[in-house]
């Protein structure tokens, strides 16, 4: 496959704050930035998945939030693709500004 392999763990995880990120698989066909974006994207995606299955649950459908998701049609397709499920849009837009003042004591 053509494909990079990114691990997007540039912070370290939950579990591991040490672990680091890589990127495997570069060849001079696949270093260029669409590779490098799309292998982020499935790296994000890949951490995310993670994440979910270590809960031990059965989602029906992702939903998901936040202009990442919102603005950008691929990586919606890799996140139905991984999960195998239907994801859906938060319905309300700027979903950390419409937190922050729903939040606000008066």
């Known amino acids: 496959s053509n494909s990079l392999n990114i691990q997007t763990t540039f912070n370290g995880t939950r579990i591991n704050p040490s672990q680091t990120g890589s990127i495997l698989n570069i060849t001079e066909e696949n270093l260029l930035p669409e590779f490098m974006i799309n292998g982020f994207m499935i790296g994000m995606i890949d951490e995310i998945f993670d994440m979910y299955q270590k809960m031990n649950i059965q989602a029906t459908t992702i939903m998901a939030s936040g202009n990442r998701f919102r603005k950008n049609k691929t990586l919606q397709k ?29």
């Open 78 to 106: 890799i996140c139905e693709e991984k999960f195998q499920l239907p994801l859906k849009l938060a319905s309300e837009i700027e979903e950390a500004a419409c937190g922050a003042a729903m939040s606000v004591e008066y």
